[in-house]
């Protein structure tokens, strides 16, 4: 199954768009489109992600984005904790069956973002 879109809530839009551009670039991510009240990020010509300026995020939000390979997840890592992301479980296997790497961060509203790897 291919998911359209996801729409992430967010409370402040500029600091959101610079987090998920530079997490999400070493997964193929790049800005689609950029309004006033959204940011859409896309990836082999497609936006499937879109960041909505909201009055009160919802923090329960998890989001998981596949990745390429294991070094793809460890450079999400790295480039969404420099980004401003905060840690929430670091780059390695995970006992979810099968051969699962991933990596997770909170975005600045909270919300758990992943990138994995199944091998």
Do not use: Q
């Not at 960041?51 to 480039?79: C, I, M, Q, W």
């Amino acid at each position: 199954m291919t998911i359209a879109h996801v729409n992430i809530p967010v409370g402040d839009l500029d600091r959101s768009r610079a987090f998920y551009e530079a997490a999400l670039r070493p997964l193929g991510y790049a800005v689609g489109y950029a309004g006033d009240d959204s940011v859409g990020l896309e990836v082999n010509g497609r936006e499937p992600i879109a960041l909505r300026l909201g009055p009160s995020p919802n923090r329960s939000t998890h989001v998981a984005f596949a990745a390429e390979s294991a070094d793809d997840v460890d450079e999400f890592y790295a480039a969404a904790l420099e980004a401003g992301g905060r840690d929430n479980g670091p780059p390695g296997e995970r006992p979810y069956g099968g051969y699962y790497y991933a990596a997770f961060v909170l975005d600045p509203d909270g919300h758990n973002i992943e990138a994995l790897f199944r091998g």
